[in-house]
């Protein structure tokens, strides 16, 4: 009996001190993680890629830069994109999928290039309307106002120029059945 106590009571030690490295190590962890909006200017493409891998979209600028875009899409709010100079550097990096960038977005002189180049790839795409008037509905998942989460739809003619925008909740996070009273 004595011999199992001792046995188990190293057991014990044993978990606590495993315990302890991975708390330790997963913390040390967390603490090196930081998002994108973190990378100062200035900063080398080739370490921005290193720390968080190629983009999902990079497109080149009529002034020879590039613009890249890291999507979280098509399950995620979030999108980060920056310019990328001649000599291989990063611009500021912003989180795109805000209310304010989706204000710049323009009937009639937005298309799908542009459109993906400066929001990355959607998250859903469905067709509307009746056959003589279909329009394709890209949607970006968001947090509307920094709060809710919701989906931008903007609306493409067949001609691929936008026609409309607007926000809508994510029927994603809705629940999805209502209790009755």
């Known amino acids: ?9 190293g057991t014990r030690q044993a978990r606590r001190l495993l315990c302890l490295v991975f708390t330790s190590g997963a913390l040390g962890l967390l603490g ?20 968080y891998g190629a983009p999902t979209v990079e497109c080149p600028l009529p002034d020879g ?54 929001f990355g790839p959607p998250a859903e795409v469905s067709v509307v309307g009746l056959p003589s008037s279909r329009h394709l509905i890209w949607s970006y998942r968001y947090r509307q106002a920094g709060a809710w989460n919701s989906l931008m739809h903007v609306y493409l003619s067949k001609d691929g120029l936008v026609t409309r925008v607007h926000p809508g909740p994510d029927p994603l996070f809705e629940p999805r059945e209502f209790p009755m009273q």
């Open 1 to 9: 009996m004595p011999r199992y106590h001792s046995i188990h009571a």
């Open 32 to 51: 090196a993680c930081g998002t994108m909006k973190d990378i100062p200017p200035g900063t080398a493409m080739a370490e921005v890629q290193g720390r």
């Open 65 to 118: 830069t590039r613009r890249a875009v890291w999507s979280t899409a098509p399950m995620g709010q979030y999108a980060w994109a920056t310019t990328i100079t001649a000599d291989g550097r990063v611009g500021q990096v912003e989180q795109i999928l805000t209310d304010a960038a989706f204000e710049q977005v323009r009937s009639g002189t937005w298309d799908r290039q542009r459109l993906q180049c400066t």
